[in-house]
């Protein structure tokens, strides 16, 4: 089936009680056994719940893989499936990542005894310098946050692959419609289904996506032990968000694609890191690597920090907020927002600066977004 129709229908059919078109709501901790030493296909909510087992059967058929597991939220994800790290594994992680990722590797997963190794994974030859006989995983996330660069995800998995080194992939910017990095070779993939998967800002969820049985059955027991599934009302509504994924990101992208062209001629702007640009130092690796750029990208205003509040709080249809992917267009200040938990030195080192803003486009007309952000300018 092609993306669309999965989309809609993936892990969804008519509920099999009634005959439910749309999957329903199982608000239920608990279900009844068939008879002594005779459990149904669900037994506790904790270990399974059908409105969960839809969205994460949905999930998987979207990213290609066999298995999916669905989180509370996208840090619920990550902190599952980094637990299987523990004292003398050395881990390998972008240098240029979201600053949520960063602090549960710092303050949480170090502290377990994890080396945690902070890498530049554009270069290859800088990864296998960094690999080690105790080298466990390689943590990726493409196009990076905030600063949009693109990791080569085929030549980091050949090259973990043929060191027995597992991958994992966030793909929260891109969602699976526009890249799909099973099909690369990355062992797992993960998602903040927080942002576009299910687009409407009114759910936070995790995913992890795997192809590997055994890696599955780790990932399966670690979530029923730790308990960090999502209940079945946001799993219904990850669901709704999913049937109409293809179509918004196609909006999104068309959206953010013509306001970062309009940027980049902008007297006030000193620079636009989108990877559609051909101003974009990877925008070759983009076209061969994506089917789109998604709705998310950053830029520089000129005069610093102080021109960019100034710019920020002149707006009126973009909302000053944390997250992206909804239908509604956000904006947010990465120095003081969503990467305050960097150290100033590791923001510094890595280009998020006071002059960097990160925008996140939605659906609206692009026509009323270009021009809240050309009125807010006058103001810069």
């Given at each position: 089936?092609?993306?669309?129709?999965?989309?809609?229908h993936?892990?969804?059919?008519?509920?099999?009680?009634y005959g439910?078109v749309m999957?329903p709501?199982?608000?239920?901790?608990?279900f009844?056994?068939?008879?002594v030493?005779?459990?149904?296909?669900?037994?506790y909510?904790?270990?399974?719940?059908?409105?969960?087992?839809?969205?994460?059967?949905?999930?998987?058929?979207?990213?290609?893989?066999a298995?999916g597991?669905?989180?509370?939220?996208?840090?619920?994800?990550?902190?599952?499936?980094l637990?299987i790290?523990?004292?003398?594994d050395?881990?390998?992680?972008?240098?240029?990542l979201?600053?949520?990722?960063?602090?549960?590797?710092v303050s949480?997963?170090?502290?377990?005894?994890?080396?945690?190794?902070?890498?530049?994974?554009?270069?290859?030859?800088?990864?296998?310098k960094?690999?080690?006989?105790?080298?466990?995983?390689?943590?990726?996330?493409?196009?990076?946050?905030?600063?949009?660069n693109?990791?080569d995800?085929?030549a980091?998995?050949?090259v973990a692959?043929?060191?027995?080194?597992t991958?994992?992939?966030?793909?929260?910017?891109?969602?699976?419609?526009?890249l799909?990095?099973?099909?690369?070779?990355?062992?797992?993939?993960?998602?903040?289904?927080?942002?576009?998967?299910?687009?409407?800002?009114?759910v936070?969820?995790?995913?992890?996506?795997?192809?590997?049985?055994a890696?599955?059955?780790k990932?399966g027991?670690?979530q029923?032990?730790?308990?960090?599934?999502?209940?079945p009302?946001d799993?219904?509504?990850v669901?709704r968000?999913?049937?109409?994924?293809?179509?918004?990101?196609?909006e999104h992208?068309?959206?953010?694609?013509?306001?970062?062209?309009?940027?980049?001629?902008?007297?006030?702007?000193a620079?636009?890191?989108?990877p559609g640009l051909e101003?974009?130092?990877?925008?070759?690796?983009?076209?061969?690597?994506?089917?789109?750029?998604?709705?998310?990208?950053?830029?520089?205003?000129?005069?610093?920090?102080?021109?960019?509040f100034?710019?920020?709080?002149?707006?009126?249809?973009?909302?000053?907020a944390?997250s992206l992917?909804?239908?509604?267009?956000?904006i947010?200040?990465?120095?003081?927002?969503?990467?305050?938990?960097?150290?100033e030195?590791?923001?510094?080192?890595?280009?998020?600066?006071?002059?960097?803003?990160?925008i996140?486009v939605?659906?609206?007309?692009?026509?009323?977004?270009i021009?809240?952000?050309?009125q807010?300018?006058?103001?810069?």
């Amino acid at each position: 089936m092609e993306f669309r129709t999965l989309a809609i229908h993936a892990g969804q059919g008519p509920d099999p009680a009634y005959g439910a078109v749309m999957t329903p709501v199982y608000q239920t901790s608990t279900f009844a056994f068939k008879g002594v030493n005779q459990p149904g296909p669900f037994d506790y909510s904790r270990s399974g719940n059908p409105t969960r087992k839809a969205l994460e059967n949905c999930l998987a058929a979207l990213e290609g893989g066999a298995n999916g597991y669905v989180f509370a939220t996208g840090m619920a994800a990550e902190a599952t499936f980094l637990s299987i790290y523990g004292p003398g594994d050395h881990i390998i992680v972008h240098d240029d990542l979201y600053g949520g990722t960063y602090r549960l590797l710092v303050s949480v997963v170090k502290e377990k005894g994890v080396d945690v190794q902070f890498v530049n994974l554009r270069d290859e030859a800088a990864l296998i310098k960094a690999i080690r006989p105790n080298t466990k995983l390689i943590w990726i996330e493409t196009p990076t946050n905030p600063l949009m660069n693109l990791i080569d995800i085929e030549a980091v998995a050949k090259v973990a692959r043929a060191r027995g080194v597992t991958t994992i992939c966030d793909n929260t910017f891109l969602s699976p419609y526009f890249l799909r990095p099973l099909d690369y070779g990355v062992d797992v993939v993960m998602h903040s289904t927080t942002k576009y998967i299910n687009g409407h800002s009114d759910v936070v969820g995790g995913a992890l996506i795997v192809n590997d049985p055994a890696l599955a059955e780790k990932i399966g027991f670690l979530q029923n032990a730790m308990g960090t599934c999502p209940g079945p009302q946001d799993c219904f509504l990850v669901l709704r968000g999913v049937k109409t994924l293809a179509i918004r990101m196609e909006e999104h992208n068309k959206n953010a694609l013509a306001i970062a062209h309009w940027l980049e001629k902008h007297p006030k702007v000193a620079a636009v890191l989108h990877p559609g640009l051909e101003s974009h130092p990877q925008h070759a690796l983009a076209k061969k690597q994506l089917k789109g750029y998604g709705g998310t990208f950053s830029f520089r205003v000129k005069g610093g920090q102080e021109e960019a509040f100034r710019l920020l709080s002149s707006l009126k249809i973009f909302t000053l907020a944390e997250s992206l992917g909804g239908v509604e267009s956000l904006i947010e200040h990465p120095w003081t927002m969503t990467h305050i938990s960097m150290p100033e030195e590791v923001r510094r080192s890595i280009g998020i600066t006071g002059d960097l803003i990160r925008i996140s486009v939605g659906i609206e007309d692009a026509k009323d977004l270009i021009a809240d952000l050309e009125q807010a300018f006058r103001q810069v």
